[in-house]
């Protein structure tokens, strides 16, 4: 007898086994690792609700101020009655203003302003320049993966247990330094800070979410094949729970026929000539901010198991992702040009966490002479392909299978190193076979 697989239950038995570590259980840590779209912000604000209701204060830690702001706006939302304090920094424009209509949100710039709230929510950055008397007895890590460890070691002396919440797919952390000197160490400040947790801890309980509800059917077995495969995932949705249609039909060009086949499929990739080119590459560009425009003037309209009624794919729904900052500058001038103005761009680092029914992707190797480490980091290209419900559309110059063959991965191997699996060169050459089954070739 075949057995059905139930995203929801399997996501609430993950769920449950987590909560019950996190309330119940003696370690002093518990590591969760969640897919693109899995509910990562859901999960922490249910812990962070049951542990306040059993009577339990605890500080949640978050990576930027947009994340602890959002995390404010949904406990609230979940419980308006909880008292929630916000630590924030003495700058003029510290969080969101949304929080001002919250009256069970205390915000303040000193953590002894807000002692007696249940959950107090801040950054990394900030909690790193509190002192307290007493730690807390919890305290929630979100966007673990992202944080450095030498970022975890600033806080850990304000906290006795900790859950850690993240996507080990995505960017490694940010750091302006080399950090060849520490390669091996386990104390490695520039590595994240799960990553060094388990290297001194590694009896902690750690799960993992199954189930992603973002990513449609059509782009789960592909994005947890090549970036996850030791953590492997499902949709949450099944081959016909979406579809994305247009009311103005195709008029027979690249851009369209690209934007018909991604609708079908889920992919699309929309190929220019092979060509070395600058990296604000004009026709790459201009290829993007067209595909973008004809996307919101054929009135698209897609149904989800969110609604039975279809959504207008409006501007903002749609956004454009890029390897580099002059490239997305390029393609909001591009944009500009073609009368949109509400549309996405930005690159794979500011992109993450975030979710649209399409985007459209400049492919990072795209006109490219050489193939370097950091277009190959496979947290990048994991970003990328990730963040659409319905469709992802990449536009990238013909030739990347011959560059990955001239630039084979040879990463220098240093002793004591995890080794992270896949490597960029593998995961990138995994995804592109996989677009050039739904490739439109196109001579701008």
């Not at 001038?333 to 509400?342: E, F, N, Q």
């Not at 680092?349 to 029914?357: T, V």
């Not at 392909?385 to 191997?413: K, N, Q």
Request: glycine share 8%; hydrophobic share 40%; net charge negative.
């Amino acid at each position: 007898m075949t057995t059905v697989f139930d995203p929801s239950a399997a996501a609430a038995r993950a769920t449950d086994a987590i909560l019950h570590d996190t309330l119940h259980g003696t370690a002093r840590g518990v590591v969760v690792d969640s897919p693109p779209g899995a509910g990562k912000s859901t999960l922490v604000v249910r812990a962070a609700l049951e542990l306040a209701e059993a009577g339990h204060p605890l500080m949640v830690v978050a990576q930027t101020n947009a994340q602890v702001d959002d995390l404010v706006l949904r406990l609230a939302e979940k419980n308006p009655e909880l008292p929630v304090g916000r630590l924030h920094s003495s700058d003029s424009d510290p969080y969101d203003k949304a929080l001002d209509e919250l009256p069970s949100v205390r915000k303040s710039a000193k953590a002894g302003d807000l002692a007696g709230q249940a959950v107090v929510i801040s950054t990394a950055a900030k909690w790193a320049h509190v002192k307290v008397d007493e730690p807390w007895r919890h305290a929630i890590v979100d966007e673990a993966y992202q944080m450095r460890s030498d970022a975890l070691l600033a806080v850990a002396g304000l906290f006795e247990r900790a859950l850690f919440v993240g996507d080990p797919g995505q960017l490694d952390p940010f750091a302006i330094v080399g950090s060849e000197q520490w390669a091996g160490l386990t104390y490695d400040p520039s590595g994240s800070a799960v990553t060094t947790l388990l290297a001194h801890n590694p009896d902690l309980p750690q799960h993992r979410l199954p189930v992603s509800w973002r990513l449609p059917a059509s782009a789960a077995p592909l994005v947890s094949d090549a970036f996850y495969p030791y953590t492997p995932f499902r949709s949450g949705t099944g081959p016909g729970d979406r579809s994305l249609a247009f009311g103005v039909p195709s008029d027979g060009s690249g851009p369209d026929r690209v934007i018909d086949e991604a609708a079908e499929s889920g992919w699309g990739l929309l190929e220019l000539p092979a060509r070395h080119t600058p990296r604000t590459d004009p026709e790459a560009v201009l290829a993007v901010a067209t595909v973008v425009r004809r996307l919101l003037d054929r009135a698209g309209a897609a149904t989800s198991e969110r609604s039975p009624v279809a959504s207008p794919l409006t501007a903002d729904r749609i956004a454009v992702g890029t390897a580099h900052r002059d490239q997305a500058a390029a393609v909001r001038s591009a944009l500009a040009g073609l009368g949109v103005m509400d549309v996405v761009v930005d690159t794979a680092n500011r992109l993450q966490g975030r979710e649209y029914d399409v985007t459209v992707v400049l492919h990072p190797l795209s006109g490219r002479p050489d193939a370097t480490a950091f277009h190959l980091e496979t947290g990048r290209l994991c970003v990328l392909a990730s963040r659409h419900r319905h469709a992802c559309i990449v536009v990238c110059r013909a030739g990347v299978t011959d560059l990955l063959d001239d630039y084979p991965s040879t990463e220098p191997v240093q002793l004591g190193t995890v080794v992270k699996f896949p490597d960029g060169w593998d995961a990138m050459f995994t995804t592109y076979l996989h677009l050039l089954e739904h490739r439109v070739s196109w001579r701008p």
